[in-house]
């Protein structure tokens, strides 16, 4: 029996408002939206190559659009560059952002710890 080892990213979705555009905030978009923006990024700086790589283990676990936190799952060996993707990110369903991946761990555990100090 083969076990899959996973890393998980915290990753803070951080807004950047216009003065012109107040209406798009981190809480316009759902985790849904994060997966999108993320294959879009993957894509478009390393290539079909790259998504094919780290798209079958690659998933939005939690999203709070309270606390723009969210948790992302990826296999072990690509977790690199999912946070490559992650850190190239501009803009989610429109709305301007800058990711600050907070921790990354090999357990979802360590993971839901640490955004519960987030979570005050």
């Known amino acids: 029996m083969v076990r899959f080892k996973n890393r998980w990213l915290?990753?803070?979705f951080?807004?950047?408002?216009?003065?012109?555009d107040?209406?798009?905030?981190?809480?316009?978009?759902?985790?849904?939206?994060?997966?999108?923006?993320?294959r879009q990024s993957v894509i478009s700086?390393?290539?079909e190559?790259?998504?094919?790589?780290?798209g079958g283990s690659m998933m939005v676990?939690?999203?709070?659009?309270?606390?723009?936190?969210c948790?992302?799952?990826?296999?072990?060996?690509?977790?690199?560059l999912a946070w490559g993707a992650v850190t190239?990110?501009?803009?989610?369903n429109g709305s301007r952002v800058i990711p600050h991946v907070v921790h990354v761990s090999g357990a979802f555990i360590c993971e839901d710890e640490i955004n519960s100090k987030f979570e005050l």
């Open 10 to 12: 915290l990753v803070e």
């Open 14 to 20: 951080i807004s950047v408002s216009n003065d012109k």
């Open 22 to 38: 107040k209406s798009c905030t981190p809480s316009s978009f759902d985790a849904k939206h994060i997966y999108t923006a993320l």
């Open 45 to 47: 700086n390393f290539g």
């Open 49 to 54: 190559t790259g998504w094919g790589a780290v």
């Open 61 to 69: 676990k939690y999203f709070s659009s309270t606390t723009h936190l």
């Open 71 to 80: 948790i992302i799952r990826v296999a072990r060996d690509q977790h690199t």
């Open 88 to 92: 190239l990110l501009t803009s989610i």
